[in-house]
């Protein structure tokens, strides 16, 4: 589903350069669900921008789906962007006039699908993330934890091939973090979504099947966790 070859980036500031990532190589089976562990500084942001095609890399190839996306004009990654790709964001960017119902649907209407249809997937979705009575409140009238499951729906109404989740739990407390990591498990093992979840906290990246952690711009091996937290 996704394969990160031999990747490398650097920022240029003038003259200087300063390497954020160094030879980065991984694989990503589709129906996986894994985190992307790293510190603050780690690299694990500008991994997430380059994975999802909204920066190009300064050396290496990033295939989704047997698609090198690092070769896609900007114009084809954006297409790439809005059919194969789904994103959930920590502070959840829903659209504070649209209703829930609405907000899921958003990215279908870029896409050109007809109302009938938005609304009936958006329907399903809503469902599938327990919020099925919710539909036509807005964003204001929900709990945090609520609010990211509307995101979680929208990411999925276009049926992407992968997910990236960017620290979808920093801003909730300790139960509703759970409540989304179990959605996200229950997601990935009964519709086989590809989940990529980029997170500092060791707790949630310990819920997936597989951790691959970033420090100072390399990839650390073995155990993320062992001397670490215990």
Excluded: C
Excluded at 166 to 188: A, Q, R, V
């Amino acid at each position: 589903m996704l394969a990160v070859e031999n990747l490398s980036h650097r920022f240029n500031n003038g003259a200087e350069e300063t390497p954020v990532l160094n030879d980065i190589h991984f694989v990503i089976n589709k129906g996986e669900i894994v985190a992307l562990l790293g510190s603050s500084g780690s690299g694990k942001s500008t991994l997430l921008n380059l994975m999802a095609g909204l920066m190009k890399p300064t050396q290496g190839s990033i295939l989704i789906n047997g698609h090198p996306i690092e070769k896609m004009s900007e114009n084809q990654l954006a297409e790439f962007r809005r059919t194969q790709i789904g994103f959930i964001f920590q502070s959840y960017e829903l659209i504070p006039h649209l209703t829930v119902r609405e907000n899921v649907e958003l990215p279908l209407i870029f896409q050109g699908t007809k109302a009938k249809i938005r609304k009936e997937k958006a329907i399903a979705l809503l469902t599938k993330v327990g919020l099925e009575e919710k539909g036509d409140m807005f964003p204001s009238q929900l709990s945090g934890g609520q609010q990211q499951r509307v995101s979680i729906a929208r990411s999925l109404i276009t049926s992407p091939a992968i997910v990236f989740a960017d620290e979808p739990t920093g801003n909730l407390d300790t139960k509703t973090e759970k409540e989304i990591i179990d959605l996200l498990i229950e997601l990935n093992e009964t519709l086989s979504i590809t989940f990529v979840i980029v997170t500092h906290e060791l707790e949630v990246a310990r819920r997936t099947q597989r951790v691959i952690q970033l420090r100072d711009g390399f990839l650390v091996e073995g155990e993320p966790w062992v001397g670490e937290d215990e």
